[in-house]
T-cell receptor
Framework: DTEVTQTPKHLVMGMTNKKSLKCEQH?????MYWYKQKAKKPPELMFV???????INESVPSRFSPECPNSSLLNLHLHALQPEDSALYLC??????????????FGPGTRLTVL | SQQGEEDPQALSIQEGENATMNCSYK?????LQWYRQNSGRGLVHLIL???NEREKHSGRLRVTLDTSKKSSSLLITASRAADTASYFC????????????WGAGTKLIIKP
């Protein structure tokens, strides 16, 4: 299974809502990533988990809260978002070996709209 | 963070023609990767080339790497309508820390 799944595909939320994005992979990858992507731009790294521990937090506002419950799952909890947070949120996973960067496998993304 | 530039920003060619995209980067790297993204979807890894490699092939794809010029090119031969997508290059950070540094991307349109 070489697939990364993400749910939901689309999400519309108000600025006072709390919601969560979910990501799952069964490739045995021990690095998982959250990216944010605006239209016509490259993905921007938000968080990296390595062996279920947060390795990188790219100065993301606290209204985004990541969670890695186990080696296959990655969540992104959303609270009090702003309209400018509307974007495509991508999850990815990759192998880990030393510090070599491996290919990343991406999910289809969650299209988030904040009203 | 963004490593460098890709050019052209957009490319429109006829089906069957070859498409060439270029990527430049700023710092020394261990490897460089190319990804494809169909409209509004996730990215798909195409090819990884290491800093000690000069050329790599995968099907209709040919990637070159010139570390002296800090640049790479992606050639797609005999293009098809299904190749219509955005193409991104990405390099590893120094020191390596799981982070990829992305180019701005090239939007490729294949006209039938």
């Amino acid at each position: 299974d070489t697939e990364v799944t993400q749910t939901p595909k689309h999400l519309v939320m108000g600025m006072t809502n709390k919601k969560s994005l979910k990501c799952e992979q069964h490739m045995g990858h021990r690095a998982m990533y959250w990216y944010k992507q605006k239209a016509k731009k490259p993905p921007e790294l938000m968080f990296v988990y390595s062996y279920e521990k947060l390795s990188i937090n790219e100065s993301v506002p606290s209204r985004f809260s990541p969670e890695c419950p186990n080696s296959s799952l990655l969540n992104l909890h959303l609270h009090a978002l702003q309209p400018e947070d509307s974007a495509l949120y991508l999850c990815a996973s990759s192998q880990v070996s030393g510090q070599e960067i491996h290919e990343q496998f991406f999910g289809p993304g969650t299209r988030l709209t904040v009203l | 963070s963004q490593q460098g530039e890709e050019d052209p920003q957009a490319l429109s060619i006829q089906e069957g023609e070859n498409a060439t995209m270029n990527c430049s980067y700023k710092t020394s790297i261990n490897n460089l990767q190319w990804y494809r993204q169909n409209s509004g979807r996730g990215l798909v890894h195409l090819i990884l080339i290491r800093s000690n490699e000069r050329e790599k092939h995968s099907g209709r794809l040919r990637v070159t790497l010139d570390t002296s010029k800090k640049s790479s090119s992606l050639l797609i031969t005999a293009s098809r309508a299904a190749d219509t997508a955005s193409y991104f290059c990405a390099t590893d950070a120094k020191p390596p820390n799981y982070q990829l540094i992305w180019g701005a991307g090239t939007k490729l349109i294949i006209k039938p």
